[in-house]
């Protein structure tokens, strides 16, 4: 286990997840260059795939991501910040792998 904090019962699950990511990166060891993030769908939060798809973090740039979300809230989130890799997976055919209904990929490939 990289982080933990513990919470009051009432604090709901996407609850300042980009300050818990910014958080585990700094326990990371010294050598380590890549990191991969992938939240349930509480992680589906603009701040927090913003922070990782352009590469906000000092130390690792840009973050890849795999996070669950209804298919709508994904095509929404690819048309403010399409990436080549979301462009095309947007054109592909239904049966193609780069489109799963389940997960978007965001940065690197």
């Not at 933990?4 to 260059?33: C, I, Q, T, W």
């Not at 890549?34 to 509480?42: C, I, Y």
């Amino acid at each position: 286990m990289l982080y933990s904090e513990f919470r009051d019962g009432n604090v709901p699950a996407e609850y300042e997840r980009l300050r818990v990511l910014k958080d585990s990166l700094d326990h990371l060891p010294p050598g380590m260059k890549k990191v991969f993030l992938r939240p349930d769908p509480a992680g589906y939060q603009k701040d927090l795939l913003l922070y990782c798809g352009e590469g906000r973090d000092e130390r690792f740039g840009v973050i890849e991501f795999a996070v669950g979300a209804d298919v709508n809230d994904v095509l929404n989130f690819c048309r403010l910040s399409p990436t080549p890799f979301m462009r095309s997976a947007m054109k592909a055919p239904r049966d193609d792998p780069r489109r799963d209904r389940r997960t978007a990929r965001y940065g690197g490939r």
